[in-house]
């Protein structure tokens, strides 16, 4: 059958994907998919809704932002819901997304009611006194986003809204395991006043997103996501901008002069928060030899009382992974770690698609659990004797986002902060905080741009100078 043929019997035929829950397998929602033969419709619809984005003044992009954050603020059960049933993330932590996600909606009308450029101050250079004038801060255009299921609401809001503030249209291409939330976002945009040509929301395969990608039309990729879809995307994408955080394998430091309980507690958290499918939570913690045991001891008694199971409980705190093939393949790494050397300390019992919280020490640095990043509900513990050999452990991986340490003392912090090779340095914090204002990404491979929503911002923005010669002078 010829191409044309086919793609014109493909969209007469509307398809649908169904949208599973993680923890029991019920469909929780279907969405309807967008086939490669339709993208360049959505090109199309694309390039008015641009034309329409760069016309809004900057009052108005604050204003949808504003009235669609307050619109899920009043909804947010629903999305927290929502967000339970499509990712298995538990109840307690998807409020707390929801709020997140409100709140970046709020940096993003103020940062485009704020940042509209600068006056270039031209006469204070020699051969320029007779000039004045300054740059703007312009769209680029249409913006490719693509998301990953772990934070479907408040990732999709950190690509969103930007680029809305910047007066940029947008292709959004959600995690198919996770689309519900997105949707739920994009509808609320377009309530508050948002042209639907703006935001265009695509369900659909790896050949539809790849024919947005390559499109000329489209001028920035912004990407959350693994390694090997971000080397393919940046073959794809030819000469526009990339934004990518390709995920990471946090070390957390604790120094002997640590408050262990502070530790403990913020470390459990960091390793087990959303099942440990973070990009930022606690895969390794390098425990200073004097306090290894005692902080042992503490740590497996904290993660003892963690209750795993239905996300929906109000009681859990660890809930399913996101599907039986991603817990089949955590479960590979950790028997061939322990098969390798790996103590087992506690968890790697799996009761449906929930691992229970696992703890290992004495992993092989040259494994698989300890090299990758994990994704899972397991944490490493390591003791080391100097400082130096801690940071040089830290900075083992070829990637990295966030990095924590736990001290007393200023110097050591502060050396911490400068020696660690990552994209931020928590300090007497565990690697996983992250507040949505400040600049987040990568360091080392696979490092592209930064989001947080004033520098992703500047990311899908370029300056534009007006410079004017006064006559006379």
Same mark, same amino acid.
């Given at each position: 059958m010829p191409e044309s043929t086919l793609c014109a019997t493909e969209i007469a035929l509307p398809r649908f994907r169904e949208v599973t829950s993680p923890y029991d397998g019920r469909i929780v929602g279907t969405v309807p998919l967008t086939d490669a033969c339709a993208a360049d419709a959505v090109l199309e619809v694309a390039r008015a809704g641009a034309r329409k984005a760069r016309a809004l003044s900057r009052n108005t992009r604050g204003k949808i932002l504003d009235t669609a954050a307050t619109d899920i603020e009043r909804r947010s059960e629903e999305f927290a819901r929502t967000i339970v049933a499509e990712s298995g993330k538990t109840i307690r932590q998807a409020r707390k997304e929801v709020l997140r996600a409100v709140n970046t909606l709020r940096l993003s009308a103020a940062e485009a009611r704020r940042n509209a450029g600068e006056v270039i101050p031209f006469d204070s250079y020699e051969g320029s006194e007779d000039r004045t004038g300054w740059y703007s801060r312009e769209p680029l255009g249409i913006i490719a986003a693509i998301t990953p299921f772990n934070d479907p609401?408040?990732? #999709?809001?950190?690509?969103?809204?930007? =680029?809305?503030?910047?007066?940029? $249209?947008?292709?959004?291409?959600?995690?198919?395991?996770?689309?519900? &939330?997105?949707?739920?976002?994009?509808?609320?945009?377009?309530? $508050?006043?948002? &042209?639907?040509?703006?935001?265009?929301? #695509?369900?659909?395969?790896?050949?539809?997103?790849?024919?947005?990608?390559r499109s000329r039309d489209v001028r920035m990729v912004s990407f959350t996501g693994g390694f090997s879809t971000g080397e393919s995307i940046a073959r794809? =994408?030819?000469l526009k901008k990339l934004s990518m955080d390709l995920g990471g394998n946090a070390p957390v430091i604790v120094l002997s002069d640590a408050d262990i309980d502070d530790a403990v507690e913020s470390c459990v958290s960091g390793a !087990?928060?959303?099942?440990?499918?973070?990009? #930022?939570? #606690?895969?390794r913690i390098?425990?200073?030899?004097?306090?290894?045991?005692?902080?042992?001891?503490?740590?497996?008694?904290?993660?003892?009382?963690?209750?795993?199971?239905?996300?929906?409980?109000?009681?859990?705190d660890v809930g399913p992974m996101i599907s039986p093939a991603a817990l089949d393949e955590l479960k590979a790494k950790l028997d061939e770690s322990i098969h390798d050397g790996a103590a087992l300390l506690a968890g790697n019992v799996r009761v449906g698609n929930v691992l229970e919280p696992t703890v290992l020490e004495a992993v092989p640095a040259d494994s698989r659990l300890w090299r990758e990043e994990v994704f899972g509900p397991v944490v490493m513990l390591h003791a080391f004797?100097?400082?130096?050999?801690? /940071?040089?452990?830290?900075?083992? /991986?070829? !990637?990295?986002?966030?990095?924590g340490i736990f001290t007393d003392s200023l110097s050591n912090a502060m050396d911490a902060a400068r020696g660690i090779d990552a994209g931020g340095v928590m300090i007497n914090d565990s690697s996983d905080y992250r507040f949505d204002g400040m600049p987040f990404g990568g360091s080392k491979y696979g490092s592209l741009g930064r989001e947080g929503v004033h520098f992703a911002y500047e990311e899908m923005t370029q300056p534009k100078v007006v410079c004017i010669k006064n006559r006379g002078i």
């Open positions: 609401l408040n990732l #999709v809001a950190h690509k969103i809204g930007p =680029a809305i503030a910047g007066g940029n $249209a947008v292709v959004l291409k959600p995690s198919a395991l996770t689309p519900l &939330s997105a949707q739920l976002l994009a509808d609320a945009l377009v309530d $508050a006043g948002l &042209s639907p040509e703006v935001l265009t929301v #695509v369900h659909g395969d790896r050949e539809v997103a790849e024919t947005i990608i794809a =994408a030819g !087990f928060w959303a099942a440990g499918q973070n990009c #930022v939570g #606690v895969q390098l425990v200073a030899t004097p306090l290894y045991a005692d902080f042992r001891q503490r740590f497996l008694e904290a993660t003892a009382r963690l209750v795993s199971g239905d996300p929906s409980d109000e009681r859990t004797n100097t400082f130096e050999e801690a /940071i040089e452990v830290a900075n083992a /991986i070829e !990637f990295s986002l966030h990095a």
